[in-house]
């Protein structure tokens, strides 16, 4: 498994280096109903993907070339010295994120900005519902635990059955990430799936933020661009 993270990785970070990307307008997003808001049962009680803290360049980490680190403070932190902490979310955590995720498909400025790359962006699974199979809490910190600020773009790499869970993909289905910014705007991030391993690439962020995982319509996506954001 190690080995395909580390393709799922090299391949995004290989496309980054090679592409400038903006985030996209809404518009390269569908505009389509929700049939029904659905949260897998598993998230928030048997999680399958377990608390951890590796080294930001890890085996299932890696940084894009030129991203800055910096503490609360200004001060500016050694990639060596950053740590990207994943946890579950709870039960709690995952349906208030997921009822976000909605009302901000649902508004009239659809407030879900586009930064992977793709035009025609479905959010939705191929039963027209926002299905979120498995939500969780991505941060960067140093070894005394003082929360690290990125400014450029980290990726994080697990196995596919464990953001799956209990769910399984049709056929014309993906996975499809986002996150939430500090201004309630939501951001569809680079998912790379590859030989049962998948790695999305978060653009600068804070602290830390909560990646909701959703089965959306459309193929796997195999090499994508750069990702550069405002920090939340």
């Known amino acids: 498994m190690k080995k395909k993270m580390a393709i799922v990785l090299s391949a995004i970070l290989a496309c980054s280096m090679g592409m400038t990307a903006m985030a996209a307008p809404s518009p390269s997003i569908q505009k389509e109903p929700v049939a ?33 680190f910096k503490t609360a403070s200004g001060q500016v932190v050694d ?15 995952a349906q208030a994120s997921a009822a ?4 901000a498909m649902a508004s009239s400025k659809m407030q879900v900005v586009n930064f992977t790359g793709r035009n025609g962006l479905s959010l939705t699974d191929s039963k027209g519902n926002l299905n979120v199979v498995n939500n969780m809490v991505i941060g960067l910190q140093t070894a ?13 790499a697990f196995a596919l059955a464990d953001i799956l ?32 391993a998948v790695a999305v690439a978060l653009p600068a962020f804070g602290g830390a933020v909560n990646v909701t995982f ?3 319509k459309g193929a ?13």
Do not use: F
Not at 100 to 103: D, K, T, Y
């Open 36 to 68: 029904q808001v659905v949260v897998s049962p598993s998230v928030g009680t048997s999680n399958t993907v377990t608390t951890q803290a590796v080294s930001v360049s890890s085996d299932k980490s890696a940084v894009l070339p030129g991203t800055t």
């Open 79 to 93: 990639p060596a010295a950053v740590a990207m902490v994943i946890a579950p979310a709870s039960a709690e955590q």
């Open 100 to 103: 976000s995720l909605a009302a």
């Open 144 to 156: 005394a635990g003082e929360a690290v600020a990125q400014n450029g773009s980290v990726s994080a």
């Open 165 to 196: 869970g209990a769910a399984t993909l049709a056929e014309g289905e993906t996975i499809q990430a986002l996150y939430q910014r500090a201004d309630g705007t939501w951001v569809a991030v680079p998912v790379v799936i590859k030989n049962g």
């Open 214 to 216: 959703v089965v959306a």
């Open 220 to 232: 796997h996506m195999e090499d994508v661009p750069a990702t550069t954001s405002p920090r939340t």
